[in-house]
């Protein structure tokens, strides 16, 4: 005899032979041969309970297996294991449900890849991170860059003395160029922390840059509209790079808040790396653009002051 695992109905499947052998007494189980297989004079029948919404207790169910003549530690032992292990199954799915929802992130890790170009730290190398969560400026795209700069500047050796700003820094390596290259201050804007304790400040302390750094760990949204907060009254730069991860910014919006945020002076330098297929406006506030270069599917474009600009002509 079985019992049945639904949750409304439980089948009791027994042979007639087990009741009283008198007609009185089997004429409740006795149905045709039509609806029952019939063999050797012993009729199969199939009575069926009603389980009601709350389960019957221990003890009634060892009485009603009784009263048809059945030992009621054959099945009660049989049937609380089976429970328990699809109650524990149940579990398990939902466990690896909310596991599959939350796979863990893969551990970070550093590479030294990029280096300083020119200066005092000249060759040092440089920690970035491995992966594309972090994507520093082509070391071709940097030296041009200082290049273009330093001529603008009447300084083919190095740079005019002055403050950097660093945006969307990340590795930092722009502005520790700038500082090897002459810069007094740098201020670095990041906001990963991780990458600003396991890339940027190495990378300065390494350098020997920590003491003329100032490291921001604020959006670059924010730090652009409370820049007087963040940097003080004095709050202009000499020069300024933006390296932002292409795809999550508007350029547009980007270098309207830049010029609406009172840090450009009359004779800042911008440096900007976009995409390409991004339309760059030919000015930015007070200043004009002095150069616009292309390095494969990269864009280089810097706005400067116009004196700047006559001097290159």
């Not at 020119?118 to 082509?138: C, E, H, I, Y």
């Not at 009447?154 to 390596?173: I, N, V, Y």
């Not at 730069?237 to 980007?254: A, H, N, R």
Request: proline share 6%; hydrophobic share 35%.
């Amino acid at each position: 005899m079985a019992v049945s695992s639904s949750p409304t109905l439980s089948a009791l499947y027994f042979s007639t032979n087990l009741l009283s052998s008198s007609p009185a007494a089997r004429a409740p189980f006795d149905l045709p041969c039509s609806s029952f297989a019939c063999r050797r004079g012993h009729y199969t029948a199939v009575v069926c309970s009603y389980k009601p919404k709350s389960e019957l207790a221990t003890g009634d169910k060892r009485s009603l297996l009784e009263s048809y003549g059945l030992d009621p530690n054959a099945f009660l032992s049989e049937s609380a294991p089976k429970g328990r292990r699809r109650k524990e199954g149940k579990k398990t799915e939902r466990g690896k449900q909310v596991t599959d929802e939350k796979a863990p992130e893969p551990e970070r890790t550093t590479h030294r890849l990029l280096q300083v170009l020119g200066g005092k730290a000249k060759r040092k190398k440089l920690l970035s991170p491995k992966g594309m969560d972090v994507r520093p400026m082509m070391e071709v795209v940097k030296g041009s860059a200082f290049d273009i700069l330093q001529a603008a500047g009447g300084c083919p050796a190095s740079l005019r003395p002055g403050r950097w700003l660093d945006l969307f820094s990340g590795t930092g390596s722009v502005g520790i160029e700038a500082i090897s290259r002459g810069c007094v201050q740098a201020h670095f804007v990041e906001m990963d922390p991780w990458v600003i304790s396991n890339v940027l400040q190495p990378n300065l302390d390494w350098t020997g840059f920590l003491d003329l750094s100032v490291v921001h760990a604020v959006p670059v949204e924010n730090f652009l509209k409370q820049a007087q907060h963040f940097v003080g009254e004095d709050r202009t730069f000499d020069y300024i790079s933006v390296t932002p991860p292409y795809m999550l910014v508007d350029y547009g919006i980007l270098m309207d808040l830049i010029s609406k945020s009172g840090i450009i002076g009359e004779n800042t330098f911008i440096v900007v790396e976009y995409p390409l297929r991004t339309n760059m406006l030919d000015s930015c506030g007070c200043l004009m653009k002095i150069t616009d270069r292309r390095f494969g599917r990269t864009h280089l474009a810097i706005y400067g002051p116009t004196w700047a600009q006559k001097k290159r002509k």
